[in-house]
Structures are given as C-alpha cells and as structure tokens.
C-alpha cells in the first residue's frame, strides 16, 4: 500500500530526445508528488512537484505528468542534455501533521549521450 | 557555511561496533530526516524528527538510534552494527515537512565488514 514503483530501472537517451520515467503507486491517499535528482556523489535535490489536483505541471524541460484514475505519474525531460545525466527519483507523501512521509521509488539512472 | 553537513564522508567498520553518523543544519528547520540508499530499495526513511526532543521512527529503524537535544543537530547510531547497515546513509532537513523541498547532504558512505 506505501510503495511506489518506479520504471525503467535505467534508461539511455541521445543528446536532444525526450526521457521518460514512470512511476505508479496504489494508495489513494497519496497527495504531494514529488521528483528528486541526484548527482553521483550528491544527495538528492528536489527538481520539481505535482499535487493531485494538476493533471501536468511544467517547469522548463521538465514535465510531471499526473493521471489520477490510473494512479500513475511520469516525468519527462525534453531536449535532454548530457548534464541532465544523474539519478531520478519519484516519490509520493502521505499522512498528517508531523507524521507525513516520503516514500521513494527505487530510482532510475539516465544518460544522455552527446 | 550554510547548509546540511554530515560527517564522516566515508566509514569502515566492523560487526558489532558502535557507529555514530553526524548530521548538522545551520537553518533551523524543524524537520530532520534520517535515509538510507540501497541500489533496487530508492531513498528509505529510518528516523525523523519534526522539533528538538521529538523523534519518531520511519520505515526501517531497526538497528539504529536517534537524538535530537539541539534542532541543528541530529545524529545517528548504530547499535552495533551489522553487514546488512552496509549502505549511504543521508540526513535532510525542511522547514515544515516532506510536502516542501527536502535538502539533502552529501551522504556518509558506511562500510560494515
């Protein structure tokens, strides 16, 4: 019920295409989306954010993309560059007050070749 | 600086030691957070805390002891420690919780042989 399952694992992508990373979850009660990106020897840092209430929101090169119905979320990076090259994680919260918490998909690496 | 700091960087240690991991903020966020990474597990929370003297656990605290006596600091200790506490463990710190922008440290890398 608290898991969220992040796919693909990795992912390649050339200089300049689309990367798209999924993530899907089963508890409803999710309501704060969030995408945290990470830099080989770095902790994560967040990139961007959606609500429930949003079906996309964008920032830049980047998209979050929120299908409620289907309990799916999925991030996209246009023009992809090398630097954009590093770790995504999705992630969803839950809960109330002081005890809200983050749960974290398991990650995917992306290159981006030049 | 300002910011997140953990220390050590890096770690080795044996079975059945006690092992402290240092995590200090210079905001004053309330919330601190404790994570471990594992490749295939993502970010897991093991402890939190949303003001000094207020802890609570997370998904997987087992092994592992927290304090918070001041709100910048908020270390991390391992009992004794075993293999499976092989791992990058990263402190966060927010202003009000998970639902706004969690910063992260650098990470300490910790080694249990």
């Known amino acids: 019920q608290q898991q969220v399952k992040q796919s693909p694992q990795s992912l390649i992508v050339q200089k300049g295409g689309i990367s798209i990373i999924n993530c899907a979850y089963e508890?409803?009660?999710?309501?704060?989306f969030p995408w945290y990106q990470q830099f080989p020897g770095k902790g994560p840092a967040l990139l961007i954010a959606?609500?429930?209430?949003?079906s996309e929101k964008k920032e830049g090169r980047f998209t979050i993309s929120f299908n409620k119905s289907a309990k799916q979320f999925s991030l996209h990076i246009m023009d992809s560059q090398p630097g954009d090259s590093a770790t995504y994680f999705c992630?969803?919260?839950?809960?109330?007050?002081?005890?809200?918490?983050?749960?974290f998909g398991s990650g995917t690496q992306l290159t981006v070749l030049p | 600086d300002a910011g997140i700091t953990q220390s050590p960087r890096y770690k080795i240690t044996e079975t059945g030691r006690q092992v402290t991991l240092m995590c200090h903020q210079t905001?004053?966020?309330?919330?601190m957070f404790w994570y471990r990474q594992d490749l295939g597990h993502g970010l897991r929370l093991i402890y939190y805390?949303?003001?000094?003297?207020?802890?609570d656990k997370g998904e997987v605290p087992d092994g592992y002891v927290v304090s918070r006596s001041k709100t910048e600091n908020f270390p991390l200790t391992l009992e004794s420690a075993t293999r499976s506490q092989t791992s990058v463990y990263f402190c966060?710190?927010?202003?009000?919780?998970?639902?706004?922008?969690?910063?992260f440290g650098s990470g300490t890398q910790l080694s249990v042989l």
């Open positions: 959606i609500r429930p209430d949003v």
């Open positions: 992630a969803a919260s839950i809960g109330s007050g002081s005890a809200r918490q983050l749960t």
């Open positions: 966060a710190s927010s202003h009000y919780g998970v639902n706004e922008k969690l910063f």
């Open positions: 805390s949303a003001a000094a003297d207020i802890t």
């Open positions: 508890n409803t009660a999710f309501d704060y």
């Open positions: 905001w004053s966020h309330s919330y």
